[in-house]
């Protein structure tokens, strides 16, 4: 991020902490409880949010030299991504061309070759079918056409995108629009992978989501873990069509301001959190970024699974400003996001599934929370929420 666009948001946040204020989205709006319930329209943002719209599946670092591999199974297909003999990331379906059997079930790893566990034919990290045992036996087919089916998938500011559908098309500039710039001035493409999480949670999706949108919460539900850390109700927000970025206030912001601003660094004095439409955010450390990855449970509407996978700087990984142990930081943040945010968010999920409650408000001082739920309406075609 350019220096002077993080002393512009800097000083904005200082500006609400001198004036006790924060953004002020204008009004309050109504969310219907049912947004987290109904299941046609559980099923159209399936449909639209993931089937048929580029996924974010991981970063760069998630597949870090020539060979490396990763798998995946969701929107009812089975993914295998590659980095491929040339450097290049290419996404395949894990799906063997004889008879459809899952061809590697290691979730990541490193390999030359896959080898079909049911009759062993084998393919390269391009896809090619290389070999077929007893080829003569088994009589002629083209291998050049057998390969495995390649999905559309692009690389780019260090996030690894997939079309879940092989005739699909990534509009990159679009899916990515407004991040490229702060993740190429951070590097994000060399951030290397220290490990990953999942929570499977009693939330919908969105819920899980909306656990990022604010820094009202702070206070009262991180009372002792974030709040020690971060001013609550303070935050900045810019958006770009369905993207977003929240700057979050980190206390250290009160002794930065003291310093020359030639010397200030957002990713001490705050904590910038990006939101990639539908389901992905990430949160950018001093040298770290963690990625969340909310998908739906394909067959409960009140059930979430989250994907959270950590990074780290390289240039980072030993150095004493490190941000404690990878093991650390993985325990640190579950007690927080799964064991604070979405306990917290999974009693709202038992109240919009009771049906007595009916809406749910997102305030003045919530204005991601106003991003996110006007952009599902949009996608879907729904109505605008209306303020209360
Ligand atoms: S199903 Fe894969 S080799 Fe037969
Ligand atoms: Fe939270």
Redesign the pocket.
Known sequence: MKHDEQVRLLKQLIHQLDTGTNLDAGTVLRNPASAYTCPERAARERELFFRKHPQMIGMSGDLPEKGSFLTLEEWGARILATRDESGRFRAFLNS??????Q?ESEARGRRKRFV??????TYSSEGELVS??KADHFGEIDKSCHGLIELPAVEKHGVLLVHPEPEGVIDTRSVLEGIGPDFDSWGFDHYVNVGSDVYDMPLNWKLAIDTFGETYHFPSLHRNTLFPIFHGNVQGFDHWERNHRMILCVREIDQMRHRPENQWNIREGAFPVYYLFPNVIFNVGRHSLTIVRVRPHPEEIGRSISHVGFYFDPEQLDSPEAEGTPQEFFESFAAIIRDEDYAAASLSQRSAESGLQKEFLFGRNEPTLHHYHQTYNEVLGLPPLEPA
């Open positions: 063997c061309r004889h008879r459809g059997v061809i079909c566990p049911f009759h062993a034919w077929i045992p």
